[in-house]
């Protein structure tokens, strides 16, 4: 007879897959994989309705709600609230999301809102050179950039006569390292950002020069990594916003050979996903936003083929190897002794009347669907994503995003998109931009002509 002291079996562990019987233990999901999970039924539930509707709900569906857009903009530019306390920093930013959002409507201002925003700021444009986040605020690279593409967006004679481009210029080379690349502002952070703003910038008021350029195309590619796309600083992790940054930023210095660009649009082009938007990083969420940045990114990349067809053929890594670093060659060939005589106004002038020397190298259909169906909300602005919020940043950058994707089948720079290269009625089309800059196309046409003019004189 058995002892009633012996002990009881111990309780079945139930995660042992060798034993008889005994179900194998399913992997616990990440929080990144059922967030992504919960996007993609959203997503997917939008779209059913958009599939299985009659044509003529569909062509309601997929209409750009222009009035609604421009009316939320316009009215941020009139008053925010309390609630926008914490952008105290941000208001040049704040100026250009919703300028910008509204030329790419074309609507226009009118003429005290027009001189409100030049007065506001000539404000926080610093004595030194360059403009800070307001008033009295420390001069920064990136609201420095809001700022001009701000007052170039308005275009206005007074608005482009306020930027005081001899301080800025002299503000730039005190943001300028001994790397090459630039910080944001005095003891701020150097990185891609910071490269690109001022760059973007000094091209387009016309101040870029040798001194400025030096270096910068070696720090850019020095952040490109294994992935392909660009990071903020070397060994980080590759990012869309980072990625435009970096290339648009190569074009304008003439240097982006120094990129490998086959690797850029590979990694760029798989941040598209089944949500048909894109994301910022791998494995990371759609976002509105980065229908610009990664879609403007692809998007000079179809102006860029010759250079990526060369690089793509197995001769030119060797080549590559032997000329080395040290001849610090630029895209067009010329040597770095070159460098002073270069008119780097003329790259970004240039490259926008460029052809594009191939189709859309994403789904610009697809990402037209995604900004549409799931970025617009009814009472104006758009968002992130489904079950976001809207805002002024978004409704910028998805616009942007949608403009870029409108015309990205274009094979003629001064034509019009066909019906067939846009999603939903023909009323949907925006104005174009420069995609190097991010500003409406004849707005940039106009300061070009305006700056060189100015020089001349």
């Known amino acids: 007879m058995e002892s009633s002291s012996q002990p009881p079996p111990p309780p079945p562990t139930g995660g042992d897959p060798s034993e008889e019987g005994a179900a194998p233990e399913l992997p616990r999901l990440t929080v990144t994989q059922v967030e992504q999970m919960k996007v993609e039924g959203r997503i997917a539930d939008i779209y059913r309705v958009l599939f299985e509707a009659p044509p003529s709900t569909k062509s309601v569906m997929l209409e750009l709600w222009r009035d609604s ?43 005290d809102l027009e001189n409100d925003i030049v007065d506001f700021l000539s404000r926080c444009q610093d004595k030194q050179g360059g403009y800070g986040g307001g008033p009295g605020q420390l001069p ?31 503000f730039m080379l005190q943001m300028k390292d001994k790397s090459g690349a630039f910080r944001m502002h005095d003891g701020g952070e150097i990185d891609v950002r910071a490269c690109y703003t001022a760059i973007s910038v000094a091209s387009l008021v016309n101040i870029l020069d040798a001194d400025l350029a030096k270096g910068v195309g070696n720090y850019i590619a020095s952040c490109q990594t294994y992935e392909g796309g660009i990071a903020g600083e070397p060994y980080a992790e590759a990012h869309g916003g980072y990625t435009f940054c970096g290339l648009a930023a190569m074009v304008l210095l003439n240097e982006v050979e120094k990129l490998d660009l086959p690797s850029l649009i590979d990694w760029v082009a798989f941040r598209q996903g089944v949500e048909c938007g894109f994301q910022g990083r791998t494995n990371k969420l759609v976002d509105g936003c980065y229908s610009f940045w990664q879609g ?23 080549k590559l190897s032997s000329v080395g670093d040290a001849c610090g060659t630029s895209s067009s060939g010329l040597a770095s002794e070159k460098s002073s005589s270069l008119d780097y106004a ?112």
């Open 69 to 111: 857009h421009a009316e939320y903009l316009t009215n941020g530019l009139r008053h925010l609230g309390p609630s926008f306390h914490g952008l105290d920093a941000n208001r040049p930013w704040l100026c250009y999301w919703m300028v910008h959002g509204l030329a790419l409507l074309d609507e226009t201002l009118d003429d």
């Open 140 to 170: 920064h690279l990136a609201t420095s950039y809001a700022a001009v593409n701000t007052l170039v967006t308005i275009g206005s004679e007074r608005a482009l006569s306020s930027i005081k481009r001899d301080n800025l210029y002299k």
């Open 346 to 457: 003329k790259f970004g002038f240039d490259f926008v009347k460029q052809s594009n020397q191939t189709g859309p190298l994403f789904h610009n259909i697809a990402l037209q669907q995604y900004i549409l169906l799931c970025t617009q909300v009814l009472e104006g602005g758009l968002r992130d994503k489904p079950g976001k919020n809207r805002d002024h940043y978004h409704s910028c950058y998805c616009l942007s995003g949608l403009s870029v994707s409108q015309y990205s089948a274009m094979t003629d720079s001064d034509s019009c998109p066909l019906p067939q290269h846009m999603l939903g009625p023909y009323s949907n089309l925006l104005e174009p931009i420069h995609p190097l800059y991010n500003v409406v196309l004849d707005k940039y046409d106009e300061a070009h002509d305006f700056f060189r003019e100015n020089d001349q004189m």
């Open 296 to 318: 403007a990114a692809i998007a000079l990349a179809q102006k860029l083929m010759t250079i990526v067809d060369k690089q793509s053929k197995p001769s030119y890594s060797s």
